[in-house]
Each structure stands twice: as structure tokens, then as C-alpha cells.
Nanobody, 116 residues
Framework: QVQLVESGGGLVQPGGSLRLSCAAS????????MGWYRQAPGKERELVAS???????NYADSVKGRFTISRDNAKNTVYLQMNSLKPEDTAVYYC??????????WGQGTQVTVSS
């Protein structure tokens, strides 16, 4: 089983930037899709951004134009570049990888706090 480990979270001021990384213990080349989700206190987990094996991306309306998802198959890593951060972006961010019918894995999460 491929393990996913997130890193890069932390405390940042409004308007700042962070880059999250999701490192896989095995190859992500076969992953049909990888995504970043977030869950704020008292709220349901929501999709933030996803990227397909072909590089197609999808974003939640709330982060379009501010966040960018990318994948580096050679490094078995998926990234989430987050710019112009807002307090409402505060949440635990989770990485997810999917191989249709075979694998659906999650990382342990990394905390992002946007506050002055």
C-alpha cells in the first residue's frame, strides 16, 4: 500500500503563501487522480483541488486563481501552491490518491492556519 505524507503546513498571515507537499512512498505514476482536501473545525471535508494522470486540474470555486496543484511523477510528489491566503482557508489539509477500483488512500493531514 502506498503511504501518503503531507508537509508544509503552518501559520501564515493573511495574503501570505504556503506550499504543501504530498510525498508518496511508492510510484504515483499509476494514480488516476490525486487531490487536496481540507476540513475546517465543525465543517465537512471538501475538495480543494485535484489533478488527473494526464495533468487536467480542477479547483473549488473558493480557491480558483489563488491555488495551484501540480504533480511530479519523478519525485512521487504532489504539490499545492497556495497564494493570497485568507483566514477562511484555515483547515487541516489532506492529500488523497486514487487508482480506480484498486486504491484510495489518504495522508494524515497538515494544519494550515491563516491569522494575523
Amino acid at each position: 500500500q502506498v503511504q501518503l505524507v503531507e508537509s508544509g503546513g503552518g501559520l501564515v498571515q493573511p495574503g501570505g503563501s504556503l506550499r504543501l507537499s504530498c510525498a508518496a512512498s511508492g510510484s504515483i505514476f499509476d494514480m488516476n487522480a490525486m487531490g487536496w482536501y481540507r476540513q475546517a473545525p465543525g465543517k465537512e471535508r471538501e475538495l480543494v483541488a485535484s489533478i488527473s494522470s494526464g495533468g487536467s486540474t480542477n479547483y473549488a470555486d473558493s480557491v480558483k486563481g489563488r491555488f495551484t496543484i501540480s504533480r511530479d511523477n519523478a519525485k512521487n510528489t504532489v504539490y499545492l501552491q497556495m497564494n493570497s491566503l485568507k483566514p477562511e482557508d484555515t483547515a487541516v489539509y489532506y492529500c488523497r490518491g486514487v487508482i480506480y477500483g484498486r486504491y484510495d488512500g489518504w495522508g494524515q493531514g497538515t494544519q494550515v492556519t491563516v491569522s494575523s
